[in-house]
């Protein structure tokens, strides 16, 4: 290594010093630069998901929050078109028109304020052994779950992530291929210590038994984003009282795939009942197999038409718009819920972002139901700017 590198190391170390800060506090004030008066605008600078606070949270055990967003880049499961690893570096890169302080018109809060949100970066996933990869999901998911939540048991939004004694942190994964929510389940049921109920947004079963299809002499082999519900009911896993399919209009095998899908425990709302039942038909049958249980939310992209998500893995036309699905969620506000997933994001086969910013969307959809009942926000006057900075001691604190 040359000299003038060892010198600039030797520097570098030293900013993390005393000295160091004592040197940049001594440096001319940046807003007298020509560069000053404009925030970072949304298409500019290093962002995380929303521009949230960011860490890897993964690596530093004492990092805390309400809600962590978590990617995970994986695709070794996918049955046809792969690129999902791409998935989560795709809908962080979508999310930058949203800002920390994004407030919907339909909730009436701004649910990364009402609740503390922090970007937890991705799991390093190896790309050459899946057994591995979904071993260090299961344990990259269980590490944040361990994590207590900074929210207070005395108020609305506190008692909403209490389980029994328990105080419980959620997790919202950006996917990755479908077969991620396998280890995702294992440590909720690990967590959690019972069946746990989910709402699976989808156009296919994703209960394919395959355990005599040819191509798969192992049980590894066996696990795939076709197949991963299957094998997560043979492990006892899902609640199957309580388990929802929601937009279904996939091809199958036949009706054993259906009888299989049965057993599993899942109830089917197709794509075409929210022709037959209206929206409000298709939300009813969603709460009352639910009711008050903890649920798992997980959306699998292509539950919405092509036209709204092309760039995923394995199409089915005639699917859901983007506004339906917005329409069917906003009905659910209020379900007990414990985590969630957006999932099957293919990058390669995206165009526009389209895909990416339905996915980034549906992410704040999620946040919105994960933050609902609590105070509506009144974002104005000197409150607003109080809260801005309490907002920001709170997180500079935390970091
Ligand atoms: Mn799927």
């Not at 630069?33 to 004492?62: D, I, K």
């Not at 989560?88 to 009436?108: C, G, M, V």
């Not at 659910?332 to 995206?350: C, M, T």
Request: with cysteine; glycine share 8%.
């Amino acid at each position: 290594m040359p000299v003038v590198s060892c010198a600039w190391l030797a520097g570098a170390v030293l900013l993390g010093t005393a000295a160091a800060q004592a040197a940049r506090a001594a440096a001319p004030d940046w807003t007298s630069s020509g560069y000053a008066g404009s925030a970072m605008p949304p298409h500019g600078g290093v962002r995380s998901f929303a521009g949230l606070p960011w860490t890897s949270c993964l690596h530093n055990e004492q990092v805390r929050f309400d809600v962590a967003l978590l990617g995970m880049p994986f695709d070794g499961g996918v049955s046809y078109r792969p690129g999902a690893r791409f998935g989560p570096k795709a809908i962080r890169e979508a999310s930058r028109r949203q800002r920390t302080n994004s407030w919907s018109l339909e909730y009436e809060q701004a649910p990364y304020e009402a609740l503390f949100f922090m970007d937890c970066d991705d799991v390093p996933i190896t790309p050459y052994d899946p057994a591995v990869a979904l071993a260090q999901m299961e344990a990259a998911y269980v590490t944040l779950l361990q994590r207590t939540p900074l929210v207070s048991r005395e108020t609305e939004r506190g008692q909403r992530f209490a389980t029994g004694t328990a105080l419980r942190s959620k997790v919202i994964v950006l996917g990755g291929d479908h077969t991620v929510v396998l280890p995702i389940l294992r440590a909720l049921h690990k967590t959690y210590e019972q069946p746990i109920a989910v709402l699976h947004f989808d156009a296919h079963l994703d209960t394919w038994k395959v355990y005599n299809s040819p191509g798969t002499p192992t049980p590894q082999s066996r696990i795939n984003h076709g197949s991963f519900f299957a094998r997560a009911a043979d492990e006892g896993l899902i609640d199957r009282n309580a388990s929802v399919h929601a937009g279904l209009r996939c091809r199958t095998n036949g009706p054993m795939d259906i009888r299989h899908d049965d057993q599993v425990g899942f109830e089917r709302v197709m794509t075409s009942d929210l022709d037959l039942l209206g929206r409000e038909g298709v939300i009813e049958r969603i709460r009352s197999r639910i009711g008050d249980r903890p649920v798992y939310l997980s959306i699998d992209i292509d539950v919405l038409d092509p036209s709204a998500a092309p760039g995923t893995g394995t199409l089915e036309t005639g699917g859901w718009t983007t506004r339906e699905l917005h329409g069917i969620l906003r009905g659910l506000r209020g379900l007990n819920w414990i985590g969630a997933d957006i999932v099957e994001v293919s990058p390669p086969y995206d165009h526009a972002e389209i895909t990416a910013y339905a996915a980034s969307d549906l992410v704040f959809e999620i946040a919105n139901l994960f933050a609902v009942g609590h105070e509506v926000d009144e974002p104005d006057g000197e409150d607003e700017l109080e809260h801005d900075a309490a907002h920001d001691a709170r997180r500079h604190t935390e970091l």
